[in-house]
């Protein structure tokens, strides 16, 4: 479905959605009922984000590439140390 959008003289702008390719040229006005012309507007082209971009390449590609580990991977970052001295008895891991 698209929307397409039609001007009235009295009421201002106002929105129809219908299948694509079947916008008439003019519309009743869903306020007064004049009949409204069509304005031609830029299509509402959105660009995927570069994250969400490799998201999906990474989904599509793990249906036929997936990824096979062997082992955890290591941690990124070191424990945080604590200043209280009783950690310092705890059992290690």
């Known amino acids: 479905m698209t929307t397409y959008q039609y001007r009235c003289a009295g ?5 129809v959605v219908r299948p694509i ?8 006005c869903e306020a007064c009922g004049h009949q409204s012309r069509r304005v031609f507007t ?22 036929y590439e997936p990824c096979v580990v062997d082992a955890v991977p290591a941690s990124r970052r070191a424990p945080a140390r604590t200043a209280d001295p009783r950690h310092a008895l705890l059992p290690k891991p």
């Open 11 to 15: 009421c201002g702008p106002f929105d």
């Open 21 to 28: 390719g079947e916008a008439r040229p003019e519309e009743p």
């Open 42 to 63: 830029s299509p509402m082209v959105v660009r995927t984000t570069a994250a969400l971009a490799r998201a999906l390449h990474a989904q599509d590609a793990s249906a």
